[in-house]
């Protein structure tokens, strides 16, 4: 037996008793006197003990770094103990000890706080885990694996798997493809998502589907996006848009209650145009408020030519921050002209505590001017209005942004709060101005409001989807929507996406056809599982740290070198 205990279990109850244990040197203190060595495994540091009497002093002397040890003696209080250890009222005092593995010096220190960079990191990622922090946080992505799998065989969903290798399904990104060498010349895509499958499951009569999977998008990448990652994939027959909202809500609840004690609260649902109105954005941070306030009828009119001519001047209020210095200020113009933000420039009205009114437009306002500004937008004395204009769209974006840089600059955007809700009410199509035709905003089979039934042929931009988004936090948890699920209405959708008749039956014969042997209404969702874990555990959107092989941001495995040449037959054999 290599151990009888783990380096994370031993308590004071242990002391006297003779323990053996096994894992890593994560550090060698020779104090002349004695030597002290922290032994580490996935559960834990245990602090060994060895007195320059002992004979073992100077083979413990030897070990290095990572070193792979067993060790057997008797455990015992500490005289001066760790609180900051779980086990650091004890210590081990070594009666034997084997070397089972030597191991080179490491690249950089295997503790939380590192000294190695990302790639050399992402490189030995296998030294990398070996952190307690990510250590940890692949043990937590388990634990909300469990609890969804908890939650969703309670309500009768059955995990299905689907293929790997597939024909391209379009859901807005680009395809993986893999070479066939039966079928020279032709591919396989890998699934961006099991989207048809999940579909053809619910025409199979499944009812109620899921799978913890991994999608594939040949993306730009980002830090919070992989090429490939998992989704929680949900599918279910026989439902309304209030059904999956109602099952989904309470998944996302189950899943807080279970991995962090977290009771939330009932979701808000706040439609997409309310949320670009008031928030900026489809994916609001709702952990504070500063909405976004039209201020285009208030400050019209005084010869302020930029506001006058602008389509949109919106305005927000930064509550407590009227005493911003002129290098505050201008600090936060510079950063709203900065290319990704794109404004022209901000203007400012201080409202002062002692009821004075101040701007950085004086001379077409007055102070009476700027006090009806001031009341339009709800500001108290000794808060700061900070005001864009310019085109709509751009405008709405770049004021969110603004918001969500003020909330966190204020310190709003606390890390212990969580604020989900649902965004519902989005467009169907929206308009490629490049290929001048219409996208799906979600995907092609997302169906429509049958209110909006007349404005399909008439006016489908103004179409609203059956579809709806969780987030939390200002992040996008889960997409879904209920589907379309008669050919009709599919050819319908892919001829409002400009693919013919022949297009539409090369590509998506499959599932039209599948249509047309009694498919039931059906709707579903997805969560991004890596993203979710992060949220959940962190409150942070950076999936990496949630996912054991990563890759880095130019979609390289810096671990295996990949993507790599390959070999010149394996070449031949696939026709390339
Ligand atoms: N397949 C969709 C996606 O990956 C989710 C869904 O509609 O269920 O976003």
Redesign the pocket.
Known sequence: MYRTHTCGELRKEHSGKIITLAGWVQGVRDLGNLIFIDLRDRYGITQLFFDKSSPLAESAKQLGREYVIQVTGTIRERSSKNAQLETGDIEMLVGQLTVLNESKTPPFTIEDETDGGDDLRMKYRYLDLRRGINNKNLLHRHRVAQAVREYMDGQGFADVETPFLIKS?P?GARDFVVPSRLNQGQFYALP????TF?QLLMVAGFDKYYQITR?FRDEDLRADRQPEFT?I???MAFVEQEDVLQMFEGMVKHVFKKVRGIELEDFPRMSYADCLKYYGNDKPDLRFGMKLIDVKEVVSGKNFKVFDDAEAVIAIVAEGCCDYTRKQTDELTEWVKRPQIGAGGLVFIKCGVDGSYKSSVDKFYSADDLKKIAEHCKAKAGDLILILSGVLIKTRKAAGELRLEMGARLGLRKVEDYKPLWVLDFPLLEWDEEDKRFNAM??P??SWKKEDNELINTNPGAVRAN?YDVVINGVEL????I?IHNRAQQEKMFSLLGLTDEEAQYKFGFILNAFEYGAPPH????FGFDRFCSIVISNLDYIRDFIAFPKNNSGRDMMLDAPSDIDARLKKELGL
């Open positions: 399904t859901e961006q998502s099991p989207q999940k999608c989704q994939d949900c599918e979600h995907h089979f997302t579809a889960s997409s879904g929507s589907r709707g579903g969702i997805a």
